[in-house]
């Protein structure tokens, strides 16, 4: 597990897009934390690191985006569902298993129909305003590749 404090919005789009430039297609991430604690910004600087040029926005009423980068980025908001049933209809499982990073933000109403290969992100207001405290924690290799490579080693 891997814990990052981030202040002001400048710091989160930086680690957002460090971070999209080291996933890889088959990448899941599942976002938690209050709303308004950033996980749509969080998901924008990613994919600005997957060489998105589309302005991506919260899926909050269509369940789901897509856009293309140098690979398909799947934006998910589960926040809505009533439950993982709703899913089922949408064909979630050619998302999560396809070749593109898939990011499900509200992870934790879906969490037992998300693979357990995943990279789990919680993102926490910090004391002071502008600050952002963001847990990480998952499995698979990938994950351990980008946890080596945020912590510098």
Sequence with gaps: MVKIVLDGLKETEEFGEKLGRLLKGGDILSLTGDLG?????LTKSIG??????DYITSPTFTLINEYKGRTW?????????E???DLLDLGYEDYFYSNGVTIVEWGNKIESI???????INIEK???LNKRII???????NYEKIVKE????
């Design 37 to 41: 604690a950033g996980k749509t910004t």
């Design 48 to 53: 600005i690191g997957l060489g998105v040029s």
């Design 73 to 81: 980025l799947y934006h998910f908001d589960v926040y809505r569902l």
């Design 83 to 85: 439950d993982e049933e």
């Design 114 to 120: 998300l693979p357990e290969n995943r990279i789990n």
């Design 126 to 128: 910090g004391k002071e």
């Design 135 to 141: 847990t990480i924690s998952g499995q698979g290799e």
């Design 150 to 153: 945020l912590n510098g080693n």
